[in-house]
């Protein structure tokens, strides 16, 4: 399904000539690639290179066209493509982070509440914004959001599971996906789904990424997790969020097995953005939806 019709970016084809491969560090690895930091000469500035593996069946005008749109989000929250270079494999150029956000929160020795909230409060702001232009992430989970300093974190690869995914499965990480992914009663990725697994992330981030999730039921396939969920399992609530059951609530209501009963992500941050306050004085406004993107 296409990302959306609105306006394309002025997207980068950024040449292999550009990029400084002698000193490349590989700084991560997922599902669709690696991920390489290095120096791009063209922009002048430290990187990082996603190289998108099993893309063979990639059409690379759909690629440049879809890549072309992503360029175009403009957002605090959301992080932004540089450019691409489509030589085999195909790469993705973006702003160089500290790390991603489970590897943080794995390094955090005391938790600060108020930012666990601020987190989640941004990612939602990230979401309204990406919904509000028919985006669907597919893919939402800690490790798919960057952290650009201590007091900011940027959701990235939104879209790309469904650019790199299998035509006969909707992408995404079997833990994070919603139950009509995993019974394919969805014929797409759908923003209900993507409340689902800002759910489980919300779960990441209050349990600091020490645990996995549902790691009791030992996840190995999707035919599991299908069995878990099917059962009425669902996550259960983190010690950090002990003292907000009423978030706690609404997280669960994101699990609801009817889509329609899951709250939007206008109401989450309605929700959540209240309690922040409680930790800091300012809370960031949330994009506007009748904004256009030349008011930003």
């Known amino acids: 399904m296409p990302l959306t019709t609105h306006k394309t970016g002025e997207l980068k084809s950024i040449p292999m000539s550009s990029l400084d491969w002698e000193n490349k560090k590989q700084i991560g690895?997922?599902?669709?690639?690696?991920a390489y930091r290095c120096f791009c000469n063209e922009l002048n500035t430290m990187v990082a290179v996603k190289e998108l593996i099993n893309n063979e069946k990639v059409a690379h005008e759909r690629f440049y066209q879809e890549m072309g749109i992503l360029s175009g989000l403009r957002h605090p929250h959301v992080n932004p493509i540089l450019g691409i270079n489509c030589a085999h494999p195909l790469k993705i150029i973006i702003p160089l982070r500290n790390s991603d956000l489970a590897t943080y929160l794995l390094n955090i020795d005391v938790p600060d509440k108020g930012d666990l909230i601020r987190f989640s409060v941004q990612i939602i702001d990230a979401m309204i914004y990406l919904h509000s232009k028919n985006i669907i992430h597919c893919d939402l989970k800690a490790k798919n959001i960057l952290v650009k300093d201590e007091f900011t974190v940027e959701v990235t690869d939104f879209g790309l599971a469904g650019i790199m995914g299998d035509t006969n499965r909707i992408g995404g990480t079997r833990t994070h996906c919603p139950l009509e992914y995993l019974t394919k009663k969805a014929k797409y990725p759908t923003?209900?789904?993507?409340?689902?697994?800002?759910?489980?992330?919300?779960w990441e981030i209050f349990t600091l990424c020490r645990e996995e999730p549902y790691g009791e039921q030992r996840i190995s396939s999707e035919l599991k997790m299908f069995e878990v969920l099917t059962n009425g399992t669902r996550l259960s609530k983190p010690i950090l969020f002990h003292d907000h059951s009423s978030l706690w609530s609404m997280i669960l209501n994101c699990f609801s097995e009817d889509p329609k009963m899951r709250p939007t992500f206008n109401y989450l941050y309605s929700k959540f953005a209240r309690v922040l306050p409680v930790y800091t004085p300012a809370v960031s406004t949330p994009y506007i939806v009748s904004q256009t993107d030349d008011q930003l």
């Open 191 to 202: 923003k209900e789904g993507d409340v689902w697994s800002f759910g489980v992330t919300v």
């Open 29 to 34: 690895r997922g599902k669709f690639g690696c």
